[in-house]
DNA sequence: GCAGTCAACTGGATAA
DNA sequence: TTATCCAGTTGACTGC
């Protein structure tokens, strides 16, 4: 707990909002926390400081082996466990994951008694339940993004081909409208009233009929 | 070693 | 005031 003696100190400058925000994030986890903030930690004068402390605390709570971790609600709060001070990585459980995934399905938010009832299913922490559904919508989001953005690049390249062709059929008009106009016009209607089909020259009144 | 993933955190905004 | 959301960030872990 080096980081609450240290901040201990000087509990009178720097109390700032976040105290309040961490103290409310952390009654809702753990009691690993509720002991951690009724024992001096509100004094600490550094919301960040006293929020990793928190979470140190909390991991370090944890018996991390092979075993995945998955709850920090029966750990006993003891001190000497932070030694590391190091934040270690939950990993959800497959089952866990599953029914968040399936909850999600259903709805992208939770509710605080479906969120209360999930993290009791799970036997994890309501604000990891929380973190959870946050993290899964940025996900979403961002996959969204990926798709929209892929979207648009077939778009914009769409377009680009598109004005490219344009650009050269215009570039052909206008050779044709600068060439001479005794040697253009007439192969110009050459080209106009051969028939692109079979060859022949000036059938288009039957035969334009007929296929129509 | 490094890039990618993901749980967790921070701080600002906002609704109730 | 409080709870919740979001965007951005951090840090542990993993696979290559």
Same mark, same amino acid.
């Given at each position: 707990?080096? #980081? @609450? ?7 009178? %400058?720097?109390?700032? =909002?976040? #105290? ?16 951690? +903030? @009724?024992?001096? &930690? ?7 400081? $006293?929020?990793?402390?928190? *979470?140190?605390h ?5 018996? *991390?082996?092979?075993?995945r =971790?998955? @709850? ?10 932070? $030694? ?5 990585? =939950?990993?959800?459980?497959?089952? !866990? ?12 938010t ?6 209360h009832?999930?993290?009791?299913? %799970?036997? +994890?922490?309501? /604000? !990891? #339940?929380?973190?959870?559904? !946050?993290? /899964? ?6 996959? !969204?993004?990926? *798709?929209?953005?892929? &979207? +648009? ?10 004005n ?8 052909? #008009?206008?050779? %044709? ?13 050459? %080209? ?21």
């Amino acid at each position: 707990m080096a #980081i @609450s003696q240290e901040g201990a100190c000087d509990m009178s %400058l720097s109390l700032d =909002l976040s #105290i309040g925000r961490s103290r409310r994030r952390a009654e809702q986890s753990s009691p690993c926390f509720a002991f951690s +903030l @009724s024992d001096g &930690f509100e004094a600490a004068g550094d919301g960040v400081s $006293v929020k990793r402390e928190i *979470v140190n605390h909390d991991v370090g709570c944890e018996e *991390v082996d092979t075993e995945r =971790l998955s @709850s920090f609600r029966s750990c006993g709060s003891d001190e000497d466990d932070d $030694v590391g001070g190091a934040r270690k990585k =939950l990993r959800l459980t497959k089952e !866990q994951s599953a029914l968040l995934e399936n909850r999600f399905k259903e709805h992208s938010t939770i509710n605080p008694r479906q969120k209360h009832a999930l993290a009791e299913q %799970l036997n +994890l922490r309501p /604000r !990891q #339940i929380e973190v959870w559904f !946050q993290n /899964r919508r940025a996900r979403t989001k961002l996959k !969204q993004m990926e *798709v929209d953005c892929e &979207f +648009l690049k077939k778009c914009c390249q769409k377009l680009s081909d598109e004005n490219r062709k344009l650009h050269k059929e215009l570039q052909q #008009i206008k050779a %044709l409208k600068a060439a001479p106009p005794h040697t253009s016009f007439p192969a110009a209607v050459n %080209l106009l009233t051969i028939c692109p089909s079979c060859g022949r020259r000036d059938h288009s009144g039957t035969d334009q009929k007929e296929a129509i």
